[in-house]
């Protein structure tokens, strides 16, 4: 008995081992391929100064200004309104995720991503997914 379940439990690994192999192999064949000036241009389009007030449950809302730096750092201010001492500033590193997420490293080691969208950058997880996406534009940085 104890000979037949190791038999079986083999031909099963050795049964997705092999599917596995021949996905990969197709699906990599039609994995589309961005050439060098459309990852050079779409980085070149996030350069800048950002915007926006996003909710806060403190107070009225959280001013944010993120500018976002050609030479891969960025420093993003936030100002909590009617709060006279609610005013930080962050600075650090960023990466690109993917072409439409790009992932914020500040001095701390703390990570924030954000959506790249039309020239505005949405708070995001790091798959570009945002939690509610019917208050999306609650959480958008436009860009200035």
Same mark, same amino acid.
């Not at 031909?11 to 050079?40: K, R, W």
């Not at 914020?104 to 924030?112: P, S, Y």
């Not at 570009?128 to 959480?139: C, E």
């Given at each position: 008995?104890?000979t037949?379940?190791i038999i079986a439990l083999?031909?099963?690994?050795?049964?997705f081992?092999?599917?596995?192999?021949?996905i990969?192999?197709?699906?990599?064949?039609?994995?589309?391929?961005?050439?060098?000036n459309? +990852?050079?241009s779409?980085i070149?389009?996030? !350069?800048?100064?950002?915007e926006?007030?996003i909710p806060?449950?403190?107070?009225t809302g959280?001013?944010?200004?993120?500018i976002?730096?050609?030479?891969?750092?960025f420093?993003?201010?936030?100002k !909590?309104?009617?709060n006279?001492q609610g005013?930080?500033?962050?600075?650090?590193?960023y990466t690109?995720?993917?072409?439409?997420?790009?992932?914020?490293?500040?001095k701390?080691?703390?990570?924030? !991503? !954000?959506?790249?969208?039309?020239g505005s950058?949405?708070?995001?997880?790091?798959e570009?997914?945002i939690a509610?996406?019917?208050y999306?534009?609650?959480y +958008?940085?436009?860009?200035?």
């Amino acid at each position: 008995m104890k000979t037949i379940k190791i038999i079986a439990l083999v031909a099963l690994v050795t049964f997705f081992a092999n599917c596995n192999n021949e996905i990969t192999n197709e699906d990599h064949n039609n994995i589309p391929t961005i050439t060098e000036n459309e +990852q050079s241009s779409s980085i070149t389009n996030i !350069y800048g100064t950002y915007e926006g007030i996003i909710p806060s449950a403190n107070t009225t809302g959280i001013a944010m200004r993120l500018i976002i730096n050609s030479d891969d750092t960025f420093v993003l201010t936030r100002k !909590y309104q009617g709060n006279k001492q609610g005013s930080f500033k962050d600075q650090g590193s960023y990466t690109f995720i993917n072409e439409n997420v790009i992932e914020l490293i500040n001095k701390k080691g703390i990570r924030t !991503y !954000y959506r790249v969208e039309n020239g505005s950058v949405i708070l995001s997880d790091p798959e570009g997914n945002i939690a509610d996406a019917d208050y999306a534009s609650q959480y +958008q940085l436009k860009k200035v």
